[in-house]
Nanobody, 116 residues
Framework: QVQLVESGGGLVQAGGSLRLSCAAS????????MGWYRQAPGKQRELVAT???????NYADSLKGRFTISRDNAKNTVTLQMNSLKPEDTGVYYC??????????WGQGTQVTVSS
């Protein structure tokens, strides 16, 4: 089992910044894929940014340049720095951890609200 604890969501004005963190604990594999997804009201969950099994990063094209994902392997955490936030970035942001065999764990989600 893997437990994911997310933090850092909140309310921010357009143009502002937020930083989200996700800490994984439990049966952690050194090789894993870990990153962030989001779900806006009435829409499907979508990729924000993630680390792949090989350690490279994968971003949603529309978010490149504004969002940056980083990780601390020693602490099993990934952080999402979100800059120049827009109202359309509003949604619930979820951390996802994927094991080497492809089993997925999801965090409980953290709300991000960007006001115009």
């Amino acid at each position: 089992q893997v437990q994911l604890v997310e933090s850092g969501g909140g309310l921010v004005q357009a143009g502002g910044s937020l930083r989200l963190s996700c800490a994984a604990s439990g049966s952690i594999f050194s090789i894993n894929a870990m990153g962030w997804y989001r779900q806006a009201p009435g829409k499907q969950r979508e990729l924000v940014a993630t680390f792949t099994y090989g350690g490279s990063t994968n971003y949603a094209d529309s978010l490149k340049g504004r969002f940056t994902i980083s990780r601390d392997n020693a602490k099993n955490t990934v952080t999402l720095q979100m800059n120049s936030l827009k109202p359309e970035d509003t949604g619930v942001y979820y951390c996802r951890y994927t094991t080497p065999r492809g089993y997925e764990y999801w965090g409980q989600g953290t709300q991000v609200t960007v006001s115009s």
